[in-house]
């Protein structure tokens, strides 16, 4: 990537040139080395954050719970709590060292997963998930802030599809170990085993990561956090950005949440069956996407013309035609396979989503447009989606009329089609802005 291309793109070079005894980016074994840690930072933050879902009978068995409780711990209190906490630590992050917030971070979410495995009380177990909650908050933001002040533009894109590979493989590890696990030696053994590893993940963080290089000094930086969410909301490349992740909350979590069941009540599936089929594929789905679409969105930077946007939104827009087909599918298996573009779209926009709002955002502020990335996607989408979901299937069901799960489903590929909509006009947006810097 010449220099010309890459001041004309990477809003670092754009708006403070490097300083060399501070800017030097890692490379080689260095920065091959950060990218794992990062990787099982984002792995175990999901396994710690998908645990209670894993162990939830034997939780509730255990401890007495009520299902109401078991709700409160795993949803929308969680929800909102790592959604809105996310923005002042990503601020910190910003301001000051992402190695110093990402590793607290690590630490408090790792001793909470660990506390909560002495839990003997409704109260102290909510407690403990507050503070996994409070400790992932920042992860993300952190874990993009890092990258951006020790990794050159070129390879952010592949630096961020491997971080946000830890989601599906932390998925993947931790429904088949913790639910293995939890059989044997029991939920308090999980617990405490995944809290205690995180801690030592936390350590490793600190002498991989090294010294973080300051940002140069710029008025952002001094901005309250409100005011910067404000400011990056009012730009019209982020605002069309934003709408699109919450297009793409209301697709996903439904997508998510309901597939599964949709499977076993529409084509009979036994739950070993679809589990295997349906987890294995997404999980390939999502480290062929966010591996795939990191190095694409390199690609597409080093392209100089800033429309960074365009082939996530497109395979939205294919997803939507084959979800749409695939409610109504004959057999099982064509389901199943008309599900996967689904999938891979999910874990594809990863990169591209989170890399073009530090584009958008600027020196500084990159950490807090990953925040504000995560509450458009996090927030409505997986409060209300499912919701949605459940109240149209209840109401066909009522009604006498089949496949109620199938026609509440419609919301994924009505919602993927308007994230896709939105993107192609993010996409003009951002190329716009980029190029008047």
């Given at each position: 990537?010449?220099?010309?291309?890459?001041?004309?793109?990477?809003?670092?070079?754009?708006?403070?040139?490097?300083?060399?005894?501070?800017?030097?980016?890692?490379?080689?074994?260095?920065?091959?080395?950060?990218?794992?840690?990062?990787?099982?930072?984002?792995?175990?933050?999901?396994?710690?954050?998908?645990?209670?879902?894993?162990?939830?009978?034997?939780?509730?068995?255990?401890?007495?719970?009520?299902?109401?409780?078991?709700?409160?711990?795993?949803?929308?209190?969680?929800?909102?709590?790592?959604?809105?906490?996310?923005?002042?630590?990503?601020?910190?992050?910003?301001?000051?060292?992402?190695?110093?917030?990402?590793?607290?971070?690590?630490?408090?979410?790792?001793?909470?997963?660990?506390?909560?495995?002495?839990?003997?009380?409704?109260?102290?177990?909510?407690?403990?998930?507050?503070?996994?909650?409070?400790?992932?908050?920042?992860?993300?933001?952190?874990?993009?802030?890092?990258?951006?002040?020790?990794?050159?533009?070129?390879?952010r894109?592949?630096?961020?599809?491997?971080?946000?590979?830890?989601?599906?493989?932390?998925?993947?590890?931790?429904?088949?170990?913790?639910?293995?696990?939890?059989?044997?030696?029991?939920?308090?053994?999980?617990?405490?085993?995944?809290?205690?590893?995180?801690?030592?993940?936390?350590?490793?963080?600190?002498?991989?990561?090294?010294?973080?290089?300051?940002?140069?000094?710029?008025?952002?930086?001094?901005?309250?956090?409100?005011?910067?969410?404000?400011?990056?909301?009012?730009?019209?490349?982020?605002?069309?950005?934003?709408?699109?992740?919450?297009?793409?909350?209301?697709?996903?979590?439904?997508?998510y949440?309901?597939?599964?069941?949709f499977?076993?009540?529409?084509?009979?599936?036994?739950?070993?069956?679809?589990?295997?089929?349906?987890?294995?594929?997404?999980?390939?789905?999502?480290?062929?996407?966010?591996?795939?679409?990191?190095?694409?969105?390199?690609?597409?930077?080093?392209?100089?013309?800033?429309?960074?946007?365009?082939?996530?939104?497109?395979?939205?827009?294919?997803?939507?035609?084959?979800?749409t087909?695939?409610?109504?599918?004959?057999?099982?298996?064509?389901?199943?396979?008309?599900?996967?573009p689904?999938?891979?779209?999910?874990?594809?926009?990863?990169?591209?989503?989170?890399?073009?709002?530090?584009?958008i955002?600027?020196p500084?502020?990159?950490?807090?447009?990953?925040?504000?990335?995560m509450?458009?996607?996090?927030?409505?989408?997986?409060?209300?989606?499912?919701?949605?979901?459940?109240?149209?299937?209840?109401?066909?069901?009522?009604?006498?009329?089949?496949?109620?799960?199938?026609?509440?489903?419609?919301?994924?590929?009505?919602?993927?089609?308007?994230?896709?909509?939105t993107?192609?006009?993010?996409?003009?947006?951002?190329?716009?802005?980029?190029?008047?810097?």
């Open positions: 990537m010449t220099e010309t291309v890459a001041r004309s793109i990477d809003p670092v070079a754009t708006r403070a040139p490097p300083i060399a005894s501070n800017r030097e980016y890692v490379t080689g074994p260095r920065m091959a080395a950060i990218s794992i840690v990062l990787l099982l930072i984002n792995a175990f933050s999901q396994i710690d954050r998908i645990l209670p879902f894993i162990l939830s009978e034997k939780i509730k068995e255990d401890l007495e719970l009520t299902d109401t409780e078991m709700g409160l711990l795993t949803g929308l209190a969680f929800a909102v709590c790592y959604a809105l906490l996310s923005l002042p630590v990503a601020r910190a992050a910003d301001r000051g060292s992402p190695r110093l917030v990402l590793v607290s971070c690590v630490l408090i979410w790792s001793v909470m997963t660990t506390l909560g495995g002495f839990a003997a009380s409704f109260m102290f177990l909510a407690l403990t998930r507050l503070g996994v909650a409070f400790g992932e908050a920042g992860a993300v933001p952190a874990g993009h802030a890092l990258i951006v002040r020790k990794i050159s533009p070129e390879r894109g592949l630096s961020i599809g491997l971080f946000a590979m830890g989601i599906p493989l932390g998925t993947m590890v931790g429904f088949a170990a913790g639910g293995a696990i939890a059989d044997v030696f029991g939920w308090r053994v999980v617990l405490i085993g995944a809290g205690a590893i995180g801690i030592l993940i936390g350590l490793l963080t600190v002498l991989v990561a090294g010294p973080t290089p300051p940002l140069p000094t710029t008025a952002s930086r001094n901005e309250p956090f409100l005011r910067t969410s404000l400011d990056l909301l009012s730009t019209p490349a982020f605002r069309w950005l934003f709408a699109g992740t919450i297009f793409l909350g209301f697709a996903g979590a439904p997508f949440a309901f597939s599964i069941p499977l076993i009540r529409s084509h009979g599936f036994t739950a070993t069956e679809v589990g295997v089929s349906f987890g294995m594929l997404q999980g390939l789905m999502g480290i062929i996407g966010t591996l795939g679409g990191g190095r694409w969105f390199d690609f597409a930077v080093r392209s100089g013309t800033g429309k960074v946007l365009g082939p996530p939104a497109i395979l939205f827009l294919i997803a939507s035609m084959t979800t087909v695939a409610l109504f599918a004959p057999t099982g298996w064509i389901a199943i396979a008309l599900f996967v689904g999938m891979l779209s999910f874990s594809f926009m990863l990169p591209w989503g989170f890399g073009a709002s530090h584009l955002a600027g500084g502020r990159q950490a807090q447009a990953t925040s504000l990335v509450i458009g996607s996090g927030l409505l989408g997986p409060a209300l989606g499912p919701l949605i979901v459940g109240i149209v299937s209840d109401a066909a069901s009522a009604a006498d009329i089949s496949n109620g799960l199938g026609l509440g489903l419609l919301i994924v590929p009505l919602s993927t089609v308007a994230a896709g909509i993107l192609l006009v993010a996409n003009q947006r951002v190329g716009v802005f980029l190029r008047q810097r």
